[in-house]
């Protein structure tokens, strides 16, 4: 009687401290709170396949934030991003996806905000000057008014989400620069580079101001503009909707790799 009491209770403390060991594994295997948000190039325009249910939105199944939820565990997942998005409609549109347990946040946002797909068209469809122009004016707007934008928006995802890492990703360039790539040319090729390293200079100050995480994936995508012979994005399309925005490779090779870096780290912890 005595050896069978013992046993059972070797066996009740093996069954405990067996428990006590699983229970760390299994709350890392169950993995974040992820909420995707933001504007087109995180909704997967110009990415193709498309969710019916999300309209306008243009959610993809190809964009980042579904390929990378599609390979790592996460306890829940929220597509918020929406084509066309500013800072002002993800501030009161998209927000309600985030909660206090949201412990991920994905956000690509500003380009709407300066003008970027005006710009764009512009550069397309009139003169050098008329495009560098437009750059200019997307420039200062981007320089004087969009970082107090940044800073509000960050501040209320900061608030209804205390503890979640915000990685905040930037724009890649259009272009490629060499000679003999038939289009627009090279003076408003470097013209639209150069918006794209204002917004993400102004994008990434203010994701440091606001303690989050900044990636920047024009290194993803050197060498795979367009005028590369490998280009990741799509260049003047009809619609004009898609018109310069990453393809669905973009996305696997130079969105999601961006994102998966910066994420790493907290789920190496």
Same mark, same amino acid.
């Given at each position: ?29 169950? *993995? ?8 087109? $190039? ?21 964009? $980042? ?27 009161? *549109? ?29 550069? =397309? ?27 509000? +928006? ?13 990685? =905040? +990703?930037? $724009? &890649?360039? +259009?272009?490629? /620069?060499?000679?003999?790539? %038939? ?29 989050? =995480?900044?990636?920047? %994936? ?14 990741? /994005?799509? *260049? ?9 925005? &990453? ?7 130079? $969105?999601? &790799?961006?994102?998966?870096?910066? =994420? ?6």
């Amino acid at each position: 009687m005595r050896r069978s009491r013992l046993c059972q209770a070797a066996a009740g403390t093996a069954a405990v401290l067996a428990a006590s060991l699983a229970a760390p594994v299994q709350a890392r295997a169950a *993995g974040p709170d992820y909420v995707a948000l933001g504007d087109s $190039y995180s909704s997967g325009t110009g990415a193709g396949s498309y969710d019916p249910a999300s309209g306008d939105c243009q959610r993809s199944a190809n964009a $980042y934030p579904r390929r990378w939820a599609a390979a790592h565990a996460h306890s829940s997942f929220a597509f918020a991003a929406c084509s066309g998005a500013t800072t002002a409609t993800v501030a009161s *549109g998209q927000l309600g996806s985030l909660a206090a347990k949201t412990d991920l946040v994905s956000i690509t946002v500003g380009g709407n905000d300066a003008g970027f797909a005006r710009v764009m068209q512009t550069c =397309v469809l009139q003169s050098a000057t008329s495009c560098q122009n437009a750059v200019a004016g997307a420039r200062t707007f981007a320089e004087q008014t969009l970082p107090g934008r940044l800073d509000g +928006l960050f501040a209320a995802i900061r608030r209804r989400s205390p503890s979640a890492r915000v990685v =905040v +990703l930037g $724009y &890649p360039h +259009l272009y490629t /620069i060499v000679s003999g790539c %038939v289009g627009i040319g090279n003076t408003k090729r470097t013209a639209l580079n150069s918006a794209a390293d204002t917004l993400d200079q102004v994008a990434g100050a203010a994701a440091r101001r606001a303690g989050f =995480v900044f990636s920047d %994936v024009r290194d993803e995508f050197a060498g795979h503009e367009l005028c590369s012979g490998d280009g990741w /994005i799509n *260049g003047v399309t009809v619609p004009l909707g898609s018109s310069y925005h &990453p393809t669905a490779k973009g996305h696997a090779n130079g $969105y999601l &790799p961006a994102f998966a870096g910066a =994420v790493a780290p907290a789920l190496a912890r």
